[in-house]
């Protein structure tokens, strides 16, 4: 069965520092998302992208964060200058068919900023 | 903005009784959708409902959407220790654009 990957599944890294979180989408899915989660709380909706493009982000999806497609695969999550507050959980989603229909989510990378 | 609350926040049954969550949005759904996050693990879809008043199941499972379609209640019928993790729902905002995830129940079942 075809499934969302993500790599890595924990990233340690220092206030301050860049990170790149990558995922795989399902190979025909055209929708990607991300969402991160902080520990014993709920999934947040970060941002979500399609037809290489953001299609819409929240609140949280500030100027240090951006996403990218840079192949035919690859679906990344950079944070240019990580906080604190920036440890959590970051899952990777997709879906076929738009955002009120099924989704996908990978096994997450767990981003611990020290 | 809109929000979706789930009561209870946590639950710890014995195996064999039965589960309720229930969920509320502020906002009327086009849909609902219901994931399921083992310890440790990822949401995984479990169902979608789409009609006012439509209720399906899944096996041990009872999905109903209200007929307002602001809320929507998941059953668990003998609950088995398979069932442990958090149950959320999830709707899309109005604008069609983002999933807002309920804020969860997470359910213990003892043997």
């Known amino acids: 069965e075809p499934e969302v990957t993500q790599t890595p599944s924990h990233q340690v890294t220092q206030m301050g520092q860049e990170v790149i979180l990558r995922c795989v989408p399902i190979?025909?899915?055209?929708?990607f998302y991300w969402y991160r989660q902080i520990l014993g709380q709920k999934v947040e909706f970060l941002v979500s992208?399609?037809?290489?493009?953001?299609?819409?982000k929240s609140e949280i999806f500030d100027d240090q964060f951006s996403v990218e497609r840079p192949d035919g695969s690859n679906f990344t999550l950079k944070i240019r200058s990580t906080k604190l507050e920036d440890s959590a959980m970051y899952f990777c989603?997709?879906?076929?068919?738009?955002?009120?229909?099924?989704?996908?989510f990978g096994p997450g990378t767990r981003l611990t900023v020290t | 903005g809109q929000q979706v609350m789930q009561i209870p926040q946590y639950q710890h049954v014995q195996e064999g009784e039965d589960f309720t969550t229930y969920c509320n949005s502020s906002?009327?759904?086009?849909?609902i959708q219901w994931y399921k996050q083992r310890p440790g693990g990822h949401p995984v879809f479990l169902i979608q409902?789409?009609?006012?008043?439509e209720v399906k199941k899944q096996k041990r499972l009872t999905f109903q959407f209200g007929e307002a379609k602001k809320n929507s209640s998941l059953h668990i019928t003998a609950t088995q220790t398979t069932d442990v993790g958090t149950y959320f729902c999830?709707?899309?905002?109005?604008?069609?654009?983002?999933?807002?995830f309920g804020t969860g129940t997470r359910l213990l079942v003892s043997p």
């Open positions: 989603a997709s879906s076929s068919r738009g955002q009120s229909y099924e989704q996908y």
């Open positions: 992208f399609y037809n290489n493009e953001i299609s819409e």
């Open positions: 409902l789409v009609k006012s008043g």
């Open positions: 999830a709707g899309p905002n109005t604008g069609f654009q983002k999933l807002v």
């Open positions: 190979s025909n899915h055209l929708y």
């Open positions: 906002t009327t759904l086009s849909n």
